[in-house]
Nanobody
Framework: VQLQASGGGLVQAGGSLRLSCAAS????????MGWFRQAPGKEREFVAA????????YYADSVKGRFTISRDFAKNTVYLQMNSLKPEDTANYYC?????????????????WGQGTQVTVSS
């Protein structure tokens, strides 16, 4: 199983980025997918998740209303659209595939992890 995250970069506060995570080696429609992030010196934290069907997206309070998670079954890809970015959103962002079909904020529910893509938001 491979999860290839991309789309990170440097953006000014208030700007937008879209992260992508291309999945291979698994039955994409069976697994919930999630995004997590880790800032320097901090623990990894949950950002957003989406169920196996693409319904019931679930967000951390800190990103609710600014970030949108979605998935494209034809491309085996999950996206994270990030708008109104803030300097505190600066982190390495990881995508993950759950062992089950329902969106979860718990790291232990995710079996496969990508390599991360860096997002830096300047003030």
């Amino acid at each position: 199983v491979q999860l290839q995250a991309s789309g990170g970069g440097l953006v000014q506060a208030g700007g937008s980025l879209r992260l992508s995570c291309a999945a291979s080696g698994l039955t994409f429609s069976n697994n919930a997918m999630g995004w997590f992030r880790q800032a320097p010196g901090k623990e990894r934290e949950f950002v957003a998740a989406i169920s196996w069907s693409g319904s019931a997206p679930y967000y951390a309070d800190s990103v609710k209303g600014r970030f949108t998670i979605s998935r494209d079954f034809a491309k085996n890809t999950v996206y994270l659209q990030m708008n109104s970015l803030k300097p505190e959103d600066t982190a390495n962002y990881y995508c993950a595939a759950s062992s089950g079909g329902y969106a979860s904020s718990r790291e232990r529910d995710y079996y496969y992890w990508g390599q991360g893509t860096q997002v830096t938001v300047s003030s």
